[in-house]
């Protein structure tokens, strides 16, 4: 009986760790949504300028970025199991630290370590790792499942913080945060603690003949247009910035912006959800049929079009249904994006260090969103308006749009060649 049910879940046991990798992101990456949705808030009790809690919302993802380089490379070498682990116990810790907080340097504390560096750092880029090399078809459909468990906290968690923060104050939002952690994630982690039992690890035992071709994908001029690896890595890290600086602008500030134009603090929530359920309905979607069938590269340039263009419809129109119908299309366009990078590596380069190789990139886009993020507190503070960091994030997202359809005509023309 024992045997029997083992060998059910040797067989689907990739489909739970999909699923419990969805659900993981959903409510860990609700830190990312919270900070947006009490920005105004905690600004407002400690007299702060809305520039350090929106440096903190920067820093968190610079520093999960430059974490998640080392869990990338500790996935390559043990497994998703642990970094989970630790991500679970230190985001619970980081919530309670603020909770309790009375200073600026116990908020960066929380958020540059515990929910950075060593909380989401183990999610994003380790969980889109392990997905791509556990599913090799429709692996645009599952990557696009797992990641629309961030853009669902989006939707789920700023209306929810929005409410308790109005009923009971950002203080004990916080902490209800730390429990749910504790009460979810750390649970979830155990099913990624027992997945070696279930599905081997690439590289535990030596490969067919199939699977051998397949890491050979770096010499492939069909895969790779007959661009080196590291190329590949540089403009893909270069193309990342720009997208993510585009992007961070409405989630960490269009709640502001919307209260700042006169509308109520829950129809700002609102719109930032109404954008996030869309990009987790489109990476649940749209996004994976997409890329399974035009491809990673194509699919994530025409959603950079789409983005470019919503980032800076955000400060052109005030009344509330366009900003409704804005986050819509902003909601797809951002979905799509951030999801398609580890599937372009994994599409267009070999299986092998493939931890490592996410976490860069998405390392860099770390970067982006941090810039994003705080560049939009910083301009407000000096012209009182979202305007000018909203336009640059346009700006930004065109060098994106440059470098992906370089890659995509490269690809054409050489297999053209070849063809």
Known sequence: MLSGIGRRLAANYRYIVLWASMVALLIGSCSIFLVAVVLKPIAGEFGWPRFIPSLAFSLQFL??????????????????????????????????????????????????????FLGTA??????????????????????????????FAGTVCPPIAGYV????????????FGILL????LPLSLIFLFQHKFIERPGASP??????????????????????????MVTLSIGIVGCCISMALPIAHIVSRVTDIGHSLSSATEVLAVALLVAGLTR?????????????????????????????????????????????????????????????????????????????????????????????????????SYTLAFLIGVAANVVNLVIIGYLILRLRSVRAALI
């Open 63 to 116: 520093w999960a970025g430059i974490g998640g380089i080392l869990m990338g490379h500790w996935f390559d070498r043990i497994g998703i199991g642990p970094p989970i682990v630790l991500g679970a116990v230190m985001m619970s810790v980081a919530a309670f630290i603020v909770a309790g907080m009375d200073s600026y340097w116990e908020f960066l504390f929380a958020y540059v370590l515990l929910f950075g």
């Open 207 to 232: 490969k067919p003949a199939a699977a051998v071709a397949e890491d050979a994908a770096d010499d492939d001029p069909m895969k790779t247009g007959g661009v080196a690896p590291i190329v590949w």
């Open 284 to 384: 649940l979607t749209l996004m994976g049929y997409m890329a399974d069938r035009i491809g990673a590269l194509n699919t994530l340039f025409l959603f950079s079009v789409v983005q470019t263009v919503t980032v800076g419809l955000f400060v052109a129109v005030e009344g509330l249904p366009a900003l409704y119908l804005i986050a819509v299309f902003f909601g797809i366009g951002y979905g799509g994006i951030l999801p398609l990078y580890p599937v372009v590596l994994r599409d267009h380069l070999s299986g092998k260090g493939i931890g490592r190789r996410t976490a860069i990139v998405i390392f860099f886009g770390g970067i982006g969103m941090a810039i994003g993020g705080s560049l939009g507190g910083y301009l407000y503070d000096l012209t009182s």
């Open 182 to 185: 504790v009460c979810t994630m």
């Open 165 to 176: 923060n109005e009923l009971v104050g950002w203080r004990e939002t916080y902490f209800l």
């Open 122 to 151: 183990t999610l994003f880029s380790p969980l889109m790792a392990n997905i791509v090399n556990l599913f090799d078809r429709r692996r645009g459909l599952a990557a696009g499942i797992v990641a629309s468990g961030q853009a």
